[in-house]
T-cell receptor, first 111, second 111 residues
Framework: EADIYQTPRYLVIGTGKKITLECSQT?????MYWYQQDPGMELHLIHY???????EKGDLSSESTVSRIRTEHFPLTLESARPSHTSQYLC??????????FGSGTQLSVL | GESVGLHLPTLSVQEGDNSIINCAYS??????FIWYKQESGKGPQFIID?????DKRQGQRVTVLLNKTVKHLSLQIAATQPGDSAVYFC??????????FGSGTKLNVKP
């Protein structure tokens, strides 16, 4: 199983705050992804990266941004959080065989 | 984009029985499929995968069947255990190596 880490696990913040959700993997995977998931619902791809300096928007529109300066690191940033951003955010990376490995997720609550 | 759908949102089985979780996919171009298990508060965990050039693949206590004619995927769990209780997602891959997830089936295992 891939080692992929997300911090924080839980985050409760007020409206208007800037936040960054961290994601790191130690497997050297080139491809990394961010998914958004509401309780009991499917995962929606919001960002992905195929390598350093490569970032693309996913199929679900998101006001967040991502960066990929190092292979192992793929942080997601919200410049001004709103209650509608309340959700679980899951980071994943894929191995050469294309299997997706997920982190434990960050549960974000915006008040 | 096109979506992956699941026939049964909730499945209850007796401990020791076999479980079958179904998934319908709509994109005939999908070339790779994965089943994930997600426990409460955790990220999805890889269970088993199958490529479109196969129709069956077996793992430890799990079997995935792929019927491309009717675009149907199923996950069979043998001798279901309480630890199998979770939400199960299928995911299909198409469109430049992006994965699309269904809404999940919750499996309840009764002791």
């Amino acid at each position: 199983e891939a080692d992929i880490y997300q911090t924080p696990r839980y985050l409760v913040i007020g409206t208007g705050k800037k936040i960054t959700l961290e994601c790191s993997q130690t497997m050297g995977h080139d491809k990394m992804y961010w998914y958004q998931q509401d309780p009991g619902m499917e995962l929606h791809l919001i960002h992905y990266s195929y390598g350093v300096n490569s970032t693309e928007k996913g199929d679900l529109s998101s006001e967040s941004t991502v960066s990929r300066i190092r292979t192992e690191h793929f942080p997601l940033t919200l410049e001004s959080a709103r209650p509608s951003h309340t959700s679980q955010y899951l980071c994943a990376s894929s191995d050469p065989g294309e299997k997706l490995f997920f982190g434990s997720g960050t549960q974000l609550s915006v008040l | 984009g096109e979506s992956v759908g699941l026939h049964l949102p909730t499945l209850s089985v007796q401990e020791g029985d076999n479980s079958i979780i179904n998934c319908a996919y709509s994109n005939s171009a999908s070339d790779y499929f994965i089943w994930y298990k997600q426990e409460s508060g955790k990220g999805p965990q890889f269970i088993i995968d199958i490529r479109s050039n196969m129709d069956k693949r077996q793992g430890q206590r799990v079997t995935v069947l792929l019927n491309k004619t009717v675009k149907h995927l199923s996950l069979q769990i043998a001798a279901t255990q309480p630890g199998d209780s979770a939400v199960y997602f299928c995911a299909e891959r198409y469109n430049f190596n992006k994965f699309y997830f269904g809404s999940g089936t919750k499996l309840n295992v009764k002791p």
